[in-house]
């Protein structure tokens, strides 16, 4: 045998080689579809046609979706269902079960909604354990998860958390209750005061926790924004940070600031979502 052909028949071994592994399970592996990869394919699915999600669901065993409900008076409770993968999108419909987990369209919804977390800080969510993500500066134990699982060659949900505030009551005064000024309409001069306490380094608005303006709920709307001054009036204090409504308006909406300079974060009253 020639040198030459003695190299072609190594190349060919080399390519059959290279084939059969790339048909392997091992191959898919290397190919970026671990955990990290299937968790951005599932974010970009949310965002776009419902019907691409059924590609991240088993096709055997069901799925949990566990619910964390916690009162204004700090009662809680845990609420688990099973889905099978062939049950999941229709679960998603009104009025199925699911539909305000994952509430698709910008003006509904429920800020603690799973679609709304993922929207708000999409790449930022942390891998623990090796395949449940949490929220960002979320405790690995949060009860706001995406967990997957391996099925066959490919990763899929295991369980889907997430973590509620049961509706306000009237009495009593919850820590984000709205305190109305006793002599509100107080002009906004921006940038605030050195000494001016804003949201930014708070708990309770890292984790959006929703404010009690009178008889109504309001949740964080969007991404905090720069608001004119001449457009808001301040109405009063959550946990000591400012208030502002806009001008000659109620309390379905309220401005709370961010940082000194001008950035509040919207809180709006959501009337519906569609869902049950």
């Given at each position: ?8 028949m190594a ?6 080689v290279?084939l059969?592994l790339l048909g ?6 290397t190919?970026?579809?671990?955990p990290?990869a299937r968790m951005?394919e599932?974010v970009?699915?949310l ?5 691409q999600?059924e590609?991240?669901f088993p096709?055997?065993?069901?799925w949990a979706w566990?619910?964390t ?5 700090g ?5 688990r ?6 049950e999941?999108?229709a679960?998603?419909?009104h009025?199925?079960p699911?539909?305000?987990t994952f509430a698709?369209?910008?003006?509904v919804?429920?800020?603690e909604?799973?679609m709304?977390r993922l ?6 969510w942390r891998?623990?354990d090796?395949?449940r993500?949490?929220p960002p500066?979320a405790?690995?134990r949060?009860?706001t998860?995406?967990?997957?699982r391996r099925?066959?060659?490919r990763?899929v949900v295991?369980?889907i958390?997430?973590e509620?505030t049961?509706?306000p009551?009237?009495l009593?005064?919850p820590?984000?209750?709205?305190v ?6 107080e002009?906004v001069?921006?940038?605030?005061p ?7 380094g708070t708990?309770?608005?890292?984790e ?13 709307y969007?991404?905090p924004?720069?608001?004119?001054a ?10 000591g940070v400012?208030a502002?409504?806009?001008?000659g ?14 950035s509040?974060q919207?809180y709006?009253f ?5 869902c049950?």
């Amino acid at each position: 045998m020639n040198p030459l052909t003695a190299h072609c028949m190594a190349l060919r071994r080399i390519l059959l080689v290279a084939l059969m592994l790339l048909g392997s399970p091992l191959a898919g592996q290397t190919q970026g579809a671990g955990p990290r990869a299937r968790m951005r394919e599932f974010v970009e699915a949310l965002q776009g046609d419902r019907a691409q999600l059924e590609d991240f669901f088993p096709r055997r065993d069901p799925w949990a979706w566990i619910v964390t409900t916690r009162s204004l008076s700090g009662r809680v409770t845990v609420e688990r269902r099973e889905f099978l993968g062939s049950e999941t999108l229709a679960a998603m419909e009104h009025p199925g079960p699911l539909c305000e987990t994952f509430a698709f369209g910008g003006d509904v919804g429920s800020v603690e909604s799973l679609m709304h977390r993922l929207r708000m800080d999409p790449l930022r969510w942390r891998l623990v354990d090796g395949r449940r993500f949490v929220p960002p500066r979320a405790s690995p134990r949060s009860a706001t998860f995406v967990e997957w699982r391996r099925e066959d060659r490919r990763w899929v949900v295991s369980a889907i958390g997430e973590e509620r505030t049961a509706a306000p009551r009237l009495l009593g005064r919850p820590v984000n209750r709205l305190v109305r000024d006793s002599t509100p309409g107080e002009a906004v001069t921006l940038p605030l005061p050195a000494d001016a306490a804003v949201a930014a380094g708070t708990r309770w608005f890292a984790e959006y926790a929703p404010i009690i303006a009178g008889n109504m709920m309001l949740t964080a709307y969007g991404l905090p924004r720069a608001v004119p001054a001449e457009f808001l009036t301040r109405i009063g204090t959550v946990n000591g940070v400012a208030a502002y409504v806009e001008t000659g308006a109620g309390l379905e909406v309220v401005y709370i600031p961010v940082t000194r300079d001008g950035s509040f974060q919207m809180y709006q009253f959501m009337t519906s979502s569609g869902c049950p």
